[in-house]
């Protein structure tokens, strides 16, 4: 084995000659420094990892963010850990188009980093590609200290020091989905986190995103409008890598300073079954949404989607 490292154009890596079933120090060191120095990192590899290797992978990098407390159906075609991010029903079937699957497929055309709305630091999320598209359905990455590095001055100067809601619900509201205001779950799925955050290379970033709701001490049409401005400066084609996958294929990226989305396909035509898991800085693997909320709440597909 003879690890290749390739520079993608305009941000992130891409590692080939590796067997991510065949973890060891080294390669998790090597994993570990290409993702702190360029947050996006594409894995080519020899072979294609199961389910079961895919979680043992991302165990290695840190404790699992579980999609919910307890497996349940809609995700039942994958091992439990693994967020199902496909277009496909139990039956491995492509699901309704106009039932939730398609609607959180539309919630991540918007681009964001994962779980923001969360106070656990979501560390990174750990993309496979099981069943990809021959046309469309690319996934998106930016890098967020880029987009620092290039603000102005005085716009470094203005967002110093902001703070923002990150809000679940108001990403799902932006995609166009209808969401209850007097949801149980709402005060549970949002977190303040800094605006311009220092990322594990000690690089600083930009840090908004779909969940980006709020700006703290703003009042709404401001902080509405900053927030707007921030978005469409960093989501220029010019800071975009957009990821064609091929099967097999391992994305990683940083949620602490890159955003990410997928793109559109033809969602009645292909099939798409990409697998997720995300790992967090520490603690002990658990969900993103507390685990005493119920069952019934927790079985809500709009839960599923980041
Ligand atoms: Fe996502």
Redesign the pocket.
């Known amino acids: 084995m003879n690890p290749q490292v390739e520079l993608l154009e305009p941000c992130g890596a891409m590692l080939t000659d590796v067997d991510c079933a065949q973890l060891d120090t080294a390669l998790v060191t090597l994993i570990e420094d290409l993702m702190r120095e360029h947050a996006v990192l594409v894995i080519r590899g020899k072979g294609h990892l199961d389910d079961e290797q895919h979680l043992a992978f991302s165990r290695a990098f840190g404790p699992l963010e579980l999609p919910s407390a307890r497996p349940n159906a809609h995700m039942a075609r994958v091992a439990f850990g693994l967020y199902d ?1 496909s277009n496909l029903g139990p039956d491995g079937e492509i699901a309704d188009p106009d039932g939730p699957r398609a609607k959180i497929a539309k919630g ?1 055309e918007l681009f ?3 779980s923001s709305f969360n106070d656990l630091p979501s560390k990174w ?1 750990i993309l496979r590609g099981v069943i990809v598209t021959p046309e469309g359905g690319a996934t998106e990455l930016i890098d967020g200290r880029k987009v620092y590095d290039a603000l102005s001055d005085a716009s470094k100067a203005r967002i110093a020091g902001l703070e923002v809601e990150h809000d679940y619900f108001h990403s799902r509201r932006k995609a166009g989905a209808t969401v209850p205001s007097d949801s149980p779950l709402a005060p549970y799925m949002r977190a303040v986190h800094p605006l311009v955050r220092t990322s594990a290379s000690g690089r600083p970033t930009l840090f908004v995103g779909a969940h980006a709701a709020r700006i703290l001490g703003m009042d709404e049409a401001e902080s509405t409008a900053l927030i707007e401005e921030l978005l469409a400066f960093a989501t220029q084609r010019k800071f975009v890598y957009a990821h064609k996958w091929q099967a097999g294929d391992i994305v990683i990226w940083d949620n602490r300073c890159t955003l ?3 793109t559109e396909y033809d969602y009645r035509r292909y099939k798409r079954d990409m697998r ?1 898991s995300t790992v967090n800085e520490g603690g002990e693997e658990r969900s993103a949404i507390p685990a005493h909320l119920s069952l019934q709440m927790l079985s809500q597909p709009q839960a599923e ?2």
């Open positions: 991010v991540n964001h980093a994962d999320s990410h989305r997928g997720r989607a980041r």
